[in-house]
């Protein structure tokens, strides 16, 4: 028997601070899915409570590089049910996203046994106000006959309802994963999104819409005159947000302005000078209000602001950096496996060192994601065969502790490598590593097989 050379894992080590991707994890060809015909598209639902209606809408599926199908464009038929259709603001919502037809079917004539697939998806949430809900279904499926139709499933999730007015549900996109020889996934996008209306429901204010802004200090304390970080989410995306200091009932004459990004968060500073003052707000607006504002978080002056005669006040300021990560390589070479036998290709991830130079009071996440092992021939080994086992080491004097993220699959959804949590202040050195395997059918085709390991820090 021939041995299987050295697979090689190429990872992607840019410095950004965000990111996010799918890849689908190849698998046999038994459990490939390929696009089937549909029809057109369904009105929207009116401006009123009713009956959620079954809607079709193009979508766009990758079926696995395996089965050897190229992308194609079909139909689904879903519906969006609800278990409240007038809730009140606050209230928790129950939606199920049903698959009626699914744009999939089973392209071979092996027959797929039942209990294989698990499904999720996303439901896009419209008019007052604007979410995206995560819903998952059960591990249960009837069995599939070759070249038979994918038979219909359920997803359920939740949402909160956070303003009142006519709130619209739509499906989203979904992929259906399968746990059949191999791991298998196959996405389905809308082609055109948003796709129609299924369900609407109508919120009403219950005693008053929910002010979810928020805001943390990079500090608890300081002396007069020094200048304190402010973090805040979930404010009006491109609002002017006052910083204030208050002194019980009061605001004092500390202040600041930021803009509120396109998310709803800011990052500002505000010096304060009042000895006075216990607390830090931000709003929205021309003065305080509770209900378009956030706090107050508790704030100590630990010292006056006066002068001395025949003193001098002597000042300074630490800079912010930023967060980032180096690696001592970029390649990785597993041990080889025979040809007949199988087992896992062995390795160890290239040290990566995590520098937070950031201050305040955010952590950070280290996550990975990789391709599926490509070899001779169009052979390949599925993304989700590649397992790592993560460890994390925090240089001592940081004052954030880096976690290790779970052993297990790494895939083309992708896992958590390492982590530190928020905190009143954070930041550090920190170096992460892997212990890498590669779980190599017996019969692959003998070869050279590679992937991309891609890293993202955020």
Request: include cysteine; hydrophobic fraction near 35%; aromatic fraction near 4%.
């Amino acid at each position: 028997m021939r041995p299987i050379t050295h697979p090689t894992i190429r990872r992607s080590a840019a410095r950004r601070r965000s990111g996010r991707g799918r890849r689908l994890a190849a698998a046999l060809g038994v459990c490939a899915l390929v696009v089937a015909g549909g029809g057109g598209l369904a009105t929207p639902a009116q401006a009123t409570v009713t009956a959620s209606v079954p809607v079709d809408f193009p979508t766009h599926c990758v079926p696995p590089d395996i089965a050897g199908i190229p992308p194609i464009d079909g139909t689904t038929k879903a519906e969006i049910t609800v278990d409240n259709a007038v809730p009140e603001v606050g209230d928790t919502v129950t939606v199920t996203y049903t698959v009626v037809q699914p744009a999939a079917g089973n392209p071979v004539d092996l027959p797929l046994p039942a209990d294989i697939m698990t499904p999720t998806g996303r439901v896009a949430v419209g008019g007052a106000q604007s979410a995206s809900v995560t819903v998952t279904g059960p591990k249960k499926n009837a069995p599939v006959p070759g070249k038979g139709a994918f038979p219909s499933f359920s997803m359920t999730g939740t949402f909160t309802v956070t303003a009142p007015g006519r709130i619209t549900l739509s499906p989203g996109d979904y992929n259906i994963h399968t746990s059949y020889i191999m791991e298998l996934d196959t996405p389905c996008t809308v082609t055109d999104p948003p796709a129609p209306v299924s369900e609407t429901i109508i919120a009403t204010d219950g005693g008053g819409q929910v002010n979810e802004r928020s805001i943390r200090l990079g500090a608890g304390s300081g002396a007069a005159g020094d200048a304190v970080t402010v973090t805040g989410a979930k404010f009006t995306p491109g609002a002017a947000v006052t910083l204030a200091g208050r002194a019980g009932d009061r605001q004092t004459a500390d202040t600041a302005t930021v803009t509120a990004d396109a998310t709803g968060g800011f990052s500002g500073r505000i010096t304060v000078d009042d000895p006075a003052t216990t607390g830090i707000v931000a709003y929205e607006g021309d003065a305080w209000d509770a209900a378009r504002g956030a706090g107050p978080q508790a704030y100590t002056v630990t010292g006056g602001g006066e002068v001395p005669d025949g003193s001098q006040r002597l000042t300074t300021s630490v800079r912010a950096g930023t967060l980032s990560m180096v690696q001592d390589g970029d390649t990785v070479d597993l041990s080889a496996v025979d040809f007949g036998r199988g087992g896992a290709a062995r390795g160890s991830l290239r040290t990566v060192t995590v520098e937070d130079y950031r201050g305040g009071p955010a952590g950070w996440s280290l996550t990975g994601k990789v391709t599926d092992f490509t070899g001779p021939g169009g052979a390949a080994i599925g993304a989700s065969a590649l397992r790592w086992t993560p460890a994390c080491a925090t240089k001592p004097g940081s004052p954030s502790t880096c976690a290790a993220g779970s052993a297990g699959p790494v895939g083309g959804a992708g896992a958590t490598l390492a982590s530190t949590p928020n905190g009143t202040a954070t930041g550090g050195e920190f170096t992460v590593d892997a212990r890498l395997a590669l779980a190599v059918p017996a019969y692959t085709a003998p070869g050279a097989y590679s992937g991309v390991l891609t890293l993202t820090l955020t």
